[in-house]
């Protein structure tokens, strides 16, 4: 692999991928980089996970002018939550350009606070479709100026239904201007729309993004009738520390969620009517191990971004192969190993051919398990919830401190700290929680009071 001192980059972005220990490209990284910083359009096959974002947003940044105050570049993403991922690793990268303006704009929040944002011209936005066309058509948000314009994940907006969303915001922009598309499947629509809104872009497939962390993948044949049993054998035999389930429908995720409750697992679903503060707590939750077993559909897992997640599981098989390889792709990450786990029926069994077609090679088949170890299979963490965060001027150090000092909790008791603008999650060794809630209720933060909460079903 090449090192990023290889790349003419500037010294500002040098110093922040050394703070970030970012040493080595990714193979996506390696081959996207050298034309995207030579201003050529790039259309590139990549997963969650592989690099993509610090690809493009090193592109932005290198021929970013801090000093003009007007919008230069605009991501689009699918969910919020991988809008606010996107914005993260921008900030991050562009901690050493001073005055760099990054603003995330995505729907399910009101409109207000976001016009009153862009009061002030950003550099930078980072969005979901629907609530940038929103702005656009309001006149609050000025895309004459943009000189890169980014899709991530284009594959997943188009299957997402935002295709005429895309196009009125494209249009809107000026007709020179770099154009990047990233996106874990390259299929038909997403040639369209390169072949339409690109110019000569460079075609970048690293093998197969699928390959590039080993994920093991087993699939079992099941009676309809027996999956809930099945997938309680899986999860009791593998134990795995967190584990996505995938069903097809709603419905479907509701019920399995509410079975493997019944059978005294920790676990949540995820669906789409879930509103943004209650996925979002989920979200976290899940993330720091305070939940073992998330059930969910492809359309409320968008976005879903789990650092290390040993384990998925399809509950269902997917109704097309591109689907499946989205789903599998979201544990091995980062060099570590995966496992992915399908439930087979005999209805579904010409799905699952698709997929042994797509793959190039023959699945591997077993027998269900008979799991030795019944036991409940508990998160290791609990979490509780404090009523102040980034506005209050509160940092993880800060709960740390107070929950190691004054509560005395040891500091492996303490798990992930996420703050957000008002209020703030920390998860706690299941055997210290109590202690924990007590102590954090009696005393103080920074020498202030705040309300603390426990989050639980």
Not at 104 to 123: D, F, I, K, Q, Y
Not at 342 to 350: Q, V
Not at 390 to 408: C, E, F, H, I
Request: glycine letters at 6%; hydrophobic letters at 45%; one cysteine or more.
């Amino acid at each position: 692999m090449t090192h990023f001192s290889a790349l003419n980059l500037s010294a500002p972005l040098q110093r922040a991928l050394a703070e970030v220990d970012y040493d080595q490209m990714t193979p996506v990284q390696e081959a996207s980089l050298p034309p995207i910083l030579a201003g050529r359009d790039v259309v590139a096959q990549a997963r969650t996970g592989s690099g993509k974002t610090a690809a493009f947003a090193l592109g932005m940044l290198s021929r970013l002018d801090a000093a003009q105050v007007r919008l230069q570049s605009l991501v689009l993403c699918p969910t919020r939550e991988l809008a606010d991922q996107v914005s993260r690793e921008i900030r991050r990268l562009a901690r050493f350009i001073p005055n760099v303006k990054v603003l995330t704009l995505c729907g399910g929040v009101p409109l207000r606070p976001h016009l009153a944002s862009l009061a002030h011209e950003p550099h930078i936005v980072v969005g979901t479709p629907g609530r940038i066309l929103e702005l656009v058509q309001k006149s609050a948000l000025p895309l004459g100026s943009v000189e890169v314009m980014v899709l991530d994940e284009a594959d997943r907006m188009l299957d997402m239904g935002f295709a005429d969303d895309l196009h009125n915001i494209i249009e809107a922009m000026p007709a020179r201007r770099q154009t990047l598309m990233f996106s874990a499947t390259i299929p038909a629509s997403i040639r369209e729309i390169s072949g339409q809104f690109q110019r000569d872009a460079v075609d970048v497939t690293v093998a197969d993004a699928g390959d590039e962390s080993p994920i093991a993948q087993t699939f079992f044949e099941v009676d309809a009738d027996r999956k809930i049993d099945a997938l309680e054998a899986l999860l009791l035999e593998y134990r795995p520390e967190s584990a996505v389930v995938f069903c097809n429908t709603r419905q479907e995720v509701r019920a399995v969620a509410e079975a493997l409750d019944a059978r005294g697992f920790a676990v949540l679903a995820l669906h789409g009517e879930l509103d943004q503060r209650d996925r979002e707590e989920m979200l976290v939750r899940f993330a720091n191990r305070s939940c073992t077993v998330l059930v969910a559909s492809d359309v409320a897992a968008r976005g879903l971004d789990i650092a290390d997640l040993p384990m998925v599981i399809n509950y269902d098989i997917a109704s097309d192969a591109d689907t499946h390889l989205h789903r599998i792709g979201r544990t091995g990450r980062a060099g570590r190993e995966g496992i992915a786990l399908s439930l087979c029926t005999p209805r579904e069994m010409n799905r699952a051919n698709v997929i042994q077609d797509r793959l190039g090679q023959r699945l591997h088949w077993e027998k269900l398990p008979v799991p030795d170890d019944r036991s409940a299979l508990l998160a290791a963490n609990l979490t509780l919830a404090i009523d102040a965060g980034k506005q209050d001027k509160l940092r993880p150090g800060d709960v740390l401190g107070a929950l190691t000092g004054d509560a005395g909790l040891p500091a492996d008791a303490v798990g992930k700290i996420d703050v957000f603008p008002t209020r703030t999650y920390v998860a706690i060794a299941r055997e210290s929680y109590d202690k924990a809630l007590q102590r954090l209720r009696g005393g103080k933060i920074k020498g202030r009071a705040f309300r603390v909460r426990k989050i639980v079903r």
